[in-house]
């Protein structure tokens, strides 16, 4: 049975300037080791490398992109390995663009542990760096417009904190960590409310200090949701034209509310979408459909 290694003061300090809690991924870490072990060992390290020998890796880069989660791999590394047993030279850190080839991170540690750490420590750099990296593009993409790429609570169950990170460090925005800190009224709740107008006076008076966004489907709702108070409102399946009437209701009406683009929108879309003034473009591809970016680790 694994045993498992506290993290270190340095790297909880790195966790807590990402916005990450150590003791929550610690434990995540601890359940992603124990999946792969089964309960039992690595017994392809354990039968072919030497109990005391240690080796020198590189983690590199085998496509371009954006880094992300190298303080969650360094968490996986101290874990297994100990942190004592260890080091870790970052030469890219998270929000660095990488082409191929170039070493992200630079590592010495027992070669059994390492080898045990490895698959865990890559799963979770190559899936934060891969969100990363569509960020990247969508922020890109939407560079000389107002507007700002944000994500949506469509992540892997038990990662959304990482995910978001992610997000951050591909120069996304963040939409609401989850249910509990900002309403989003969509169909289905002005179906259980009676309407829109009911269903938003009954949050903001349950909840009168949480911010309220409202989905719309045509200009009618908005400005029944603008004339309501709602603090954003989320265009659903706006086509581009649509969405620049909607920002000029919204500048005649009520010019402090924010306007989210949502629905079906594609990268190819982004520079005419921002185009339109809305603030901000919902896309859940980033954190349930980014294709992972290819990071290995060799033996030096």
Do not use: Q
């Not at 990247?136 to 990170?165: C, F, H, N, Q």
């Not at 309403?183 to 289905?188: G, I, T």
């Not at 349950?206 to 489907?217: A, G, H, I, L, N």
Request: charge should be negative; include cysteine; hydrophobic fraction near 50%.
């Amino acid at each position: 049975m694994t045993t498992f290694h506290p993290l270190s003061e340095g790297t909880r300090r790195m966790l807590a300037d990402a916005g990450l809690d150590a003791d929550d991924l610690a434990a995540f870490v601890r359940a992603a080791v124990r999946e792969d072990l089964g309960g039992g060992v690595d017994v392809t390290s354990a039968a072919t490398v030497p109990p005391d020998a240690r080796s020198r890796a590189g983690v590199g880069a085998r496509r371009a992109g954006t880094v992300a989660g190298v303080p969650a791999g360094v968490a996986v590394l101290e874990a297994v390995c100990g942190a004592d047993a260890l080091e870790v030279v970052v030469e890219r850190g998270d929000g660095t663009r990488v082409a191929p080839g170039d070493v992200v991170m630079r590592i010495t540690a027992p070669s059994r542990a390492l080898l045990t750490a490895e698959r865990t420590m890559l799963n979770l750099m190559c899936h934060l760096s891969g969100v990363a990296t569509l960020t990247r593009a969508w922020a890109d993409a939407l560079e000389g417009t107002s507007a700002r790429v944000r994500d949506t609570r469509k992540t892997i169950p038990g990662m959304r904190a990482l995910a978001k990170y992610a997000v951050r460090c591909g120069g996304g925005v963040n939409h609401r960590m989850g249910l509990w800190d900002a309403a989003l009224v969509k169909d289905n709740h002005v179906v259980a409310a009676g309407g829109v107008g009911e269903a938003f006076a009954l949050v903001r008076e349950r909840f009168p200090d949480v911010p309220v966004e409202v989905e719309v489907d045509g200009l009618d709702g908005l400005r029944e949701v603008l004339d309501l108070g709602a603090d954003v409102v989320l265009l659903d399946n706006f086509t581009p034209d649509l969405m620049r009437e909607a920002v000029a209701l919204r500048d005649a009406r009520r010019p402090a509310a924010v306007l989210e683009a949502s629905g079906g929108l594609t990268l190819a879309d982004a520079a005419a979408v921002g185009a339109t003034g809305v603030d901000y473009i919902a896309v859940g591809e980033l954190t349930h459909s980014a294709r992972v970016l290819d990071l290995g680790l060799d033996f030096i």
